[in-house]
């Protein structure tokens, strides 16, 4: 009998040592992800004050245009490489690529279910950075140098 109560005695230690952990990881979890959209807001609002907009190639309403184009082609669980490498390729100017970083700002990745885990939250670089392979993020460097940036 008194091995029955030392062995509950012990679950119930693990139980609260599980608890406090699962805890500890919610608390980490919510503290990145507010770090990473402070972050991520604050590149947005230095592209916004440096862009030039008389140095732009395409009319403001465009660079909606094209930022709605990188969203649909990163959401989700597969990436539109050509898609994306297209909206990039028309960047001429650094102007270019500063007001598609300010226009694309902070989205969310809306997949849900299993995928919700490796889900993309962020700016236009953090997008990138999670979406692409290494090979596919040399490509878009270059795109960026273009430009006079660096990725």
Known sequence: METIINIFQHKKKLVYGLLILIIVIILWKQGKKFLQKVSSKSLIKEAEQTVQEDNLTYPVEQYQIFSDRLFTAMNGIRTDEDAV??????????????????????????????????????????????????????KVSEYFKKCGLEF
């Not at 989205?107 to 950075?129: P, V, Y």
Request: charged share 30%.
């Open 85 to 138: 490498y297209d909206v990039l390729s028309k960047m001429i100017t650094k102007d270019d690529m500063l007001k598609l970083i300010a226009t694309f700002g902070h989205q969310e990745d809306t997949e849900w279910g299993i995928f919700r885990a490796f889900n993309t939250n962020g700016n236009l670089i953090t997008w990138l950075q999670n979406e692409l392979s290494d090979k596919e993020k040399e």
